[in-house]
C-alpha cells in the first residue's frame, strides 16, 4: 500500500467492531478505510458512518474464505451467544449488543449473504422460546406475533427466524410454565420449614373471577420468598366450601399440604367459613401447630383499608364540597389567581397547592383533603366575595373533616409501614398495630356525637382483627432479638391496663407450646435419621458391634441430662439481654441466620413465624379500593392459559430479580 505521509489510526480508539477488519488511514484532513483482506479502500471520514464498511465485509469474498466467525473476538462471541431473556447480564454494554445485531442483520444484504453468514449461530428454539419468554415476562398479548409491524421487524432482523402464530406461542407459554413448575416444585421440595399461603381475588374484564394462591417461605439462605402457586378461575356462584376444596385440591397438586403453616386471608366474612374448613382438615391430620391457632391470619393492610372506607364514607358530603371547591377553583386561571391573592392576603403561604383526588386511591383523597385543611380560611373569604361559589363546607364541616383527616393521617402512615420493605417479615407489625390499637380507644373518647360511633365502628372492626390475629403478630415480635417479650408487656400496659397479665400469660403460653411442638419435629426427624443411620451401621460392614449392651444407657444418660435443670432455646433467648434497637444494618433474618447454631429449636420455629405473610399489599395496591383486574389481552385467554402466563410471570421475574 504505497501511501506517503498516511498514518495508521489505531483501532483501539475506535469503537465499531467492523475496525477489527480495517485499517483507518489518515492523510492531511481525509480518511481512507482499507480493508485488511482484499485492500479495497473505501471511506475512512467519521461522517460516513459504518454501514458501507459492514456492506463491503459481507461480499469481501477473500474474507469470507477466512470463515465468518473471524469477526467476532472470543468475548463477543459470548456476548451475543448470551442474548436471551432467560440470561440477563445487566453488565452488557448497550451500544455493543447494537453493533452486533448491525453486523448480523443489514437491511441490504442479499439472501445468500445471509446464508453465508447468518446460519452460523442462530437457533430457531431457542429464539422461540426467548420471544415466548418476553411475552411472559412483559405481559404482551400473544396476538403480537401476527402483527404485521412485528413481523416485518423479526423478518428484516433475522430472516431465517420462522414466525410462529398465536397459538404456536401459546404451547411454547404452556411448555415453558411445565419447566418452571418443576423447578418450583424441587425447590417447595427441599424447604427447610414450613410454608404460608395468601389468597387474593382478581377479576377479568368480562367479570370472571381467579383466585391466587401464593407462597411464603424462608429458605435455606434465610431470605423471605414468596411464589403464585396457582391462578384458578372460579364460578361467583361458588360456596365456601367449594372454594375451600379448590384450595385443598391446589395444596395437594403442589404436595405441600403437610407443609402449611398459616393462610393469610382478607377480612371478609366469607373468608372465615374458608379457613375454618382448611384448618379442621390440617388439623385432623395432625399438620398444624399450637392446635390451629395461628393458623387463621387477616391481612393488616385489608382491615386498615376497611376503617378508612368507614372514615371516608362519614366525610362522604364534606369530602364532596371540598372536591367542588378545587373543581371551582381550577375552573379558570382568573377564580385561581383571585385564591392565590386572598391566600397571601391571610398571611398563608402553603408550599403545596390545592389538587383533586383518585377516588380508587384513599391516599390520594387524604392529600387532597390535608391541603385542603391548610387553605380553609381562603375558601371561606373566597366565597363572601365571591357569589358563585356556595360549595364551602361550614364550619362544623371544616372541624369535623379535621378531626377524620387526622385519622387517616395514621392510617397512611400504618399503610407506609406495611410496604416499605418488599419482602416485610411478621415481627414488623405487632407495635405499628398496637398504636392504631391506641389511637382507636382515644378516638372512642371523642365528645362529638357525629365522631364518637365513627370510632367505635372501627374500633368494633379492628377488634374482630385483632381476635384473629394477636397471637401471631406477638409471637413474631417476641422472635425479634431487639423486642422479646418486653415489647408485648408495654404495648399490652397501655391498651388493657389491668387486664393485661392475662394476655400477656396468652403469648408466652403460645410460644412455649409452639416451641415444644417444633422440639418434638426436630427430635422425630433426628431419629429418623438415626434410624437410618443406625440401621446402616448395623450392616457387618460397619464394624459396630451389634450385641453393645449400653444402647439403653445412652438413651438414659440424655433422658437425665435433659431433665436435670437445662434450659431450652427458648428460656435462654429470652434471658438474654436485647439486641440494640435501630442498630445500623439489623436484618432479623440474617441474625437468626448467624445464631442458628445456637438456638437450632427456636431457629426453626422462627423461620416458620417470621414467614407468614401478615399483609399481602404491595407498595401500588395498599391504599387502592379496587380489586385486582387482570390485563386486557389475557383476561380473553383461556383459564389455563391464565394461569400458566400469570404463574410463569411471577417465577421469571423472581429468578431476574436473585
Same mark, same amino acid.
Given at each position: 500500500?504505497?501511501?506517503?505521509?498516511a498514518?495508521?489510526?489505531?483501532?483501539?480508539?475506535?469503537?465499531?467492531?467492523?475496525?477489527?477488519?480495517? &485499517?483507518?488511514?489518515?492523510?492531511?484532513?481525509?480518511?481512507?478505510?482499507?480493508?485488511?483482506?482484499?485492500?479495497?479502500?473505501?471511506?475512512?471520514?467519521?461522517?460516513s458512518?459504518?454501514?458501507?464498511?459492514?456492506?463491503?465485509? @459481507?461480499?469481501?469474498?477473500?474474507?469470507?474464505?477466512?470463515g465468518?466467525?473471524?469477526?467476532?473476538?472470543?468475548?463477543?462471541?459470548?456476548?451475543?451467544?448470551?442474548?436471551?431473556?432467560?440470561?440477563?447480564?445487566?453488565?452488557?454494554?448497550?451500544?455493543?449488543?447494537i453493533?452486533?445485531?448491525?453486523?448480523?442483520?443489514?437491511?441490504?444484504?442479499?439472501?445468500?449473504?445471509?446464508?453465508?453468514?447468518?446460519?452460523?449461530?442462530?437457533?430457531?428454539?431457542?429464539? $422461540?422460546?426467548?420471544?415466548?419468554?418476553?411475552? @411472559?415476562?412483559?405481559?404482551?398479548?400473544?396476538?403480537?406475533?401476527?402483527?404485521?409491524?412485528? $413481523?416485518?421487524?423479526?423478518?428484516?432482523?433475522?430472516?431465517?427466524?420462522?414466525?410462529?402464530?398465536?397459538?404456536?406461542?401459546?404451547?411454547?407459554c404452556?411448555? @415453558?410454565?411445565?419447566?418452571?413448575k418443576?423447578k418450583?416444585?424441587?425447590?417447595?421440595?427441599?424447604?427447610?420449614?414450613?410454608?404460608?399461603?395468601?389468597?387474593d381475588m382478581?377479576a377479568?374484564?368480562?367479570?370472571?373471577?381467579?383466585?391466587?394462591?401464593?407462597?411464603?417461605?424462608i429458605?435455606?439462605?434465610w431470605?423471605?420468598?414468596?411464589? @403464585?402457586?396457582?391462578?384458578?378461575?372460579?364460578?361467583?356462584?361458588h360456596?365456601?366450601?367449594?372454594? +375451600?376444596e379448590?384450595?385443598?385440591?391446589?395444596?395437594?397438586?403442589?404436595?405441600?399440604?403437610?407443609?402449611?403453616f398459616?393462610?393469610?386471608?382478607?377480612?371478609? +366474612? %366469607?373468608?372465615?367459613?374458608?379457613?375454618?374448613?382448611?384448618?379442621?382438615?390440617?388439623?385432623q391430620?395432625?399438620?398444624?401447630?399450637? &392446635?390451629?391457632?395461628? =393458623?387463621?391470619? $387477616?391481612?393488616?393492610?385489608?382491615?386498615?383499608?376497611?376503617?378508612?372506607?368507614?372514615?371516608?364514607?362519614a366525610?362522604?358530603?364534606?369530602?364532596?364540597?371540598?372536591?367542588?371547591?378545587? $373543581?371551582?377553583?381550577k375552573?379558570?386561571?382568573?377564580?385561581?389567581?383571585?385564591?392565590?391573592?386572598?391566600?397571601?392576603?391571610?398571611?398563608?403561604?402553603?408550599q403545596?397547592?390545592?389538587?383533586? &383526588?383518585?377516588?380508587?386511591?384513599?391516599?390520594?383523597?387524604y392529600?387532597?383533603?390535608?391541603?385542603?385543611?391548610?387553605y380553609r380560611?381562603?375558601?371561606?373569604?373566597?366565597?363572601?366575595?365571591?357569589?358563585?361559589?356556595?360549595?364551602?363546607?361550614s364550619?362544623?364541616?371544616?372541624?369535623?373533616?379535621?378531626?377524620?383527616?387526622?385519622?387517616?393521617?395514621?392510617?397512611?402512615?400504618?399503610a407506609?409501614? =406495611?410496604?416499605?420493605?418488599?419482602?416485610?417479615?411478621?415481627?414488623?407489625?405487632?407495635?405499628?398495630l398496637?398504636?392504631?390499637?391506641l389511637?382507636?380507644?382515644?378516638?372512642?373518647?371523642?365528645?362529638?356525637?357525629?365522631?364518637?360511633?365513627l370510632?367505635?365502628?372501627?374500633?368494633?372492626?379492628?377488634?374482630e382483627?385483632?381476635?384473629?390475629?394477636?397471637?401471631?403478630?406477638?409471637?413474631a415480635?417476641?422472635?425479634?432479638?431487639?423486642?422479646?417479650?418486653?415489647?408485648?408487656?408495654?404495648?399490652?400496659?397501655?391498651?388493657?391496663? +389491668?387486664?393485661?397479665?392475662?394476655?400477656?400469660?396468652?403469648v408466652?403460653?403460645?410460644?412455649?407450646?409452639?416451641?415444644?411442638?417444633?422440639?418434638?419435629?426436630?427430635?422425630?426427624?433426628?431419629?429418623?435419621? %438415626?434410624?437410618?443411620?443406625?440401621?446402616?451401621?448395623?450392616?457387618?460392614?460397619?464394624?459396630?458391634?451389634?450385641?453393645d449392651?449400653?444402647?439403653?444407657f445412652?438413651?438414659y444418660?440424655?433422658?437425665?441430662?435433659?431433665?436435670?435443670?437445662?434450659?431450652s432455646?427458648?428460656?435462654?433467648?429470652?434471658?438474654?439481654?436485647l439486641?440494640?434497637?435501630?442498630?445500623?444494618?439489623?436484618?432479623?433474618?440474617?441474625?437468626?441466620?448467624?445464631?442458628?447454631?445456637?438456638?437450632?429449636?427456636?431457629?426453626?420455629?422462627?423461620?416458620n413465624?417470621?414467614?407468614?405473610?401478615?399483609?399481602?399489599?404491595?407498595?401500588?395496591?395498599?391504599?387502592?379500593?379496587?380489586?385486582?383486574?387482570?390485563?386486557?389481552?389475557?383476561?380473553?385467554?383461556?383459564?389455563a392459559?391464565?394461569?400458566?402466563?400469570?404463574?410463569?410471570q411471577?417465577w421469571?421475574?423472581?429468578?431476574?430479580?436473585?
Open positions: 500500500m504505497d501511501m506517503p505521509d498514518v495508521i489510526v489505531k483501532s483501539s480508539r475506535l469503537k465499531s467492531v467492523v475496525w477489527n477488519d480495517f &485499517d483507518r488511514i489518515k492523510k492531511g484532513d481525509s480518511c481512507i478505510a482499507v480493508c485488511r483482506h482484499c485492500k479495497k479502500k473505501l471511506s475512512g471520514s467519521s461522517t458512518g459504518t454501514s458501507h464498511l459492514r456492506n463491503h465485509l @459481507i461480499r469481501c469474498q477473500r474474507r469470507a474464505n477466512l465468518i466467525p473471524q469477526i467476532y473476538t472470543a468475548r463477543e462471541k459470548k456476548k451475543e451467544g448470551a442474548l436471551t431473556i432467560a440470561n440477563f447480564d445487566q453488565e452488557q454494554k448497550k451500544d455493543e449488543v453493533n452486533l445485531v448491525n453486523i448480523r442483520f443489514e437491511q441490504e444484504q442479499t439472501k445468500d449473504d445471509v446464508s453465508n453468514y447468518g446460519s452460523c449461530n442462530f437457533n430457531q428454539t431457542r429464539s $422461540r422460546f426467548d420471544l415466548a419468554r418476553m411475552i @411472559i415476562l412483559h405481559g404482551y398479548p400473544l396476538a403480537m406475533v401476527e402483527q404485521v409491524g412485528f $413481523r416485518v421487524f423479526v423478518k428484516n432482523l433475522q430472516p431465517f427466524f420462522e414466525l410462529v402464530t398465536s397459538e404456536g406461542v401459546e404451547a411454547d404452556m411448555e @415453558i410454565y411445565a419447566k418452571e418443576q418450583v416444585s424441587e425447590v417447595l421440595d427441599k424447604l427447610p420449614g414450613k410454608i404460608s399461603l395468601s389468597a382478581w377479568s374484564l368480562d367479570g370472571s373471577e381467579f383466585m391466587c394462591l401464593t407462597a411464603h417461605y429458605d435455606e439462605c431470605q423471605l420468598n414468596k411464589k @403464585i402457586l396457582s391462578f384458578i378461575m372460579v364460578d361467583s356462584s360456596t365456601e366450601d367449594m372454594h +375451600s379448590i384450595i385443598i385440591k391446589s395444596l395437594m397438586d403442589w404436595d405441600i399440604d403437610r407443609k402449611l398459616s393462610m393469610t386471608f382478607d377480612s371478609f +366474612s %366469607t373468608n372465615d367459613n374458608i379457613a375454618l374448613k382448611i384448618r379442621d382438615r390440617q388439623s391430620n395432625k399438620f398444624l401447630y399450637c &392446635d390451629g391457632q395461628l =393458623f387463621d391470619v $387477616r391481612c393488616a393492610a385489608n382491615v386498615v383499608n376497611m376503617m378508612v372506607q368507614d372514615a371516608l364514607e366525610l362522604g358530603e364534606m369530602t364532596a364540597k371540598i372536591r367542588g371547591s378545587i $373543581r371551582y377553583v375552573s379558570s386561571q382568573v377564580i385561581q389567581s383571585r385564591f392565590d391573592e386572598i391566600a397571601r392576603e391571610v398571611g398563608i403561604q402553603g403545596r397547592c390545592i389538587c383533586l &383526588d383518585n377516588p380508587l386511591q384513599w391516599s390520594s383523597t392529600t387532597m383533603l390535608e391541603i385542603a385543611l391548610e380560611a381562603v375558601f371561606a373569604l373566597l366565597q363572601e366575595n365571591d357569589t358563585v361559589y356556595t360549595a364551602c363546607p364550619d362544623i364541616e371544616w372541624d369535623r373533616a379535621t378531626v377524620i383527616t387526622s385519622y387517616l393521617k395514621h392510617f397512611v402512615e400504618a407506609n409501614v =406495611f410496604t416499605r420493605f418488599k419482602s416485610p417479615t411478621a415481627n414488623l407489625y405487632f407495635h405499628e398496637c398504636g392504631v390499637y389511637q382507636l380507644n382515644e378516638w372512642c373518647k371523642n365528645p362529638d356525637d357525629y365522631i364518637s360511633p370510632a367505635f365502628k372501627m374500633r368494633s372492626k379492628f377488634e382483627y385483632w381476635q384473629r390475629c394477636s397471637l401471631g403478630l406477638a409471637v415480635a417476641v422472635l425479634d432479638p431487639q423486642f422479646k417479650m418486653k415489647l408485648v408487656e408495654y404495648c399490652y400496659a397501655q391498651i388493657f391496663g +389491668s387486664g393485661a397479665p392475662g394476655r400477656i400469660s396468652d408466652s403460653e403460645c410460644a412455649k407450646q409452639l416451641y415444644d411442638e417444633h422440639s418434638i419435629s426436630l427430635a422425630s426427624l433426628d431419629q429418623g435419621l %438415626t434410624w437410618q443411620v443406625g440401621g446402616s451401621s448395623r450392616l457387618p460392614s460397619s464394624g459396630r458391634d451389634s450385641r449392651r449400653l444402647t439403653g445412652d438413651t444418660l440424655q433422658e437425665t441430662t435433659q431433665n436435670e435443670g437445662s434450659k432455646d427458648l428460656d435462654k433467648y429470652l434471658e438474654e439481654p439486641f440494640p434497637r435501630n442498630a445500623p444494618g439489623f436484618n432479623v433474618l440474617n441474625w437468626w441466620r448467624v445464631h442458628t447454631p445456637r438456638y437450632p429449636i427456636l431457629s426453626m420455629m422462627a423461620r413465624v417470621l414467614g407468614m405473610p401478615m399483609s399481602k399489599a404491595s407498595l401500588d395496591s395498599a391504599s387502592n379500593t379496587g380489586g385486582r383486574v387482570l390485563d386486557r389481552d389475557w383476561s380473553s385467554l383461556k383459564p392459559t391464565i394461569q400458566a402466563l400469570m404463574c410463569s411471577d421469571i421475574r423472581s429468578e431476574l430479580e436473585s
